[in-house]
C-alpha cells in the first residue's frame, strides 16, 4: 500500500482516528470541542474520507498480519507436536483440534469486527443524516 502524506490538521486527523473507529459525530465533536454539525462536515470532506480509508485499511493489515503470524506460530507448534513420539495420536488429534478452533475463531472474531464495523457506519450515516456519504 502507498504511503501518502495527509493534508489534514492534528484535530481532522484525530477526528479521522475517532471516525474510524466508529464514534458519532457528536462524541468526536465534544471530545475536540466542535459541534456535531462541523465534525459531519469535516466527514464529508474528501481528505477527510481519504484519511478514514487510509485509517482502516491501516488497522485490517495489522489484524491480518497478526492473524497470519499467530497462524504460523500455531502451525509450526502442532507440526511439532506431530512429531513427538511421546505423544498418542489421541493427544495428537487432540491438540490439532484445539489449534483449529483457535484459529478459526480468531478469523470469524475478525469477521464480526469488520462486520459490526461496517454497521456502525451505515447506523451513523442514518442518524447523522448523511446516508448517501460514502466513507
Do not use: C, P
Not at 18 to 35: D, K, V
Not at 78 to 107: H, P, Q, V, W
Not at 114 to 134: H, Q, Y
Request: aromatic letters at 6%; zero cysteines; a negative charge.
Amino acid at each position: 500500500m502507498e504511503v501518502q502524506e495527509s493534508q489534514l490538521d492534528a484535530k481532522h486527523l484525530i477526528a479521522a482516528q475517532m471516525y474510524a473507529l466508529g464514534h458519532s459525530n457528536l462524541e468526536i465533536g465534544n471530545e475536540l470541542g466542535y459541534s456535531q454539525e462541523t465534525i459531519r462536515k469535516w466527514a464529508i470532506g474528501k481528505e477527510f474520507k481519504a484519511e478514514v480509508r487510509r485509517i482502516r485499511e491501516r488497522s485490517v493489515e495489522e489484524t491480518v498480519g497478526v492473524l497470519t503470524s499467530v497462524g504460523k506460530k500455531s502451525a509450526h507448534i502442532l507440526l511439532e507436536m506431530l512429531n513427538r513420539d511421546n505423544l498418542s495420536d489421541r493427544e495428537k488429534l487432540t491438540a490439532i483440534k484445539l489449534g483449529l478452533e483457535f484459529l478459526f475463531k480468531g478469523f470469524d472474531t475478525f469477521n464480526v469486527v469488520v462486520e459490526i464495523a461496517e454497521l456502525k457506519e451505515m447506523l451513523r450515516r442514518a442518524t447523522d443524516g448523511n446516508a448517501s456519504t460514502d466513507i
